[in-house]
């Protein structure tokens, strides 16, 4: 009974951590969209052009 409890509760942490990765990459590929798009029209928010969208 405690080899199938063990393999059980493994399948579940290995699910649990591949969704948790799945989740991870849409993220960053949200991210990575936002960013590119203020980096590309960067230009066209300011007056001068020479503006940042960002603060750091």
Known sequence: ???ILLVLLLALILFGA???LKAL????V???V???L???MRGTTT???RGRWYRW
Do not use: E, K, S, Y
């Open 38 to 40: 203020g980096f590309v």
């Open 30 to 32: 949200v991210v990575l």
């Open 47 to 49: 007056a001068g052009g």
């Open 18 to 20: 591949g969704f948790a």
């Open 25 to 28: 990459w849409w993220i960053a």
């Open 1 to 3: 009974m405690i080899p």
């Open 34 to 36: 936002v960013w590119l």
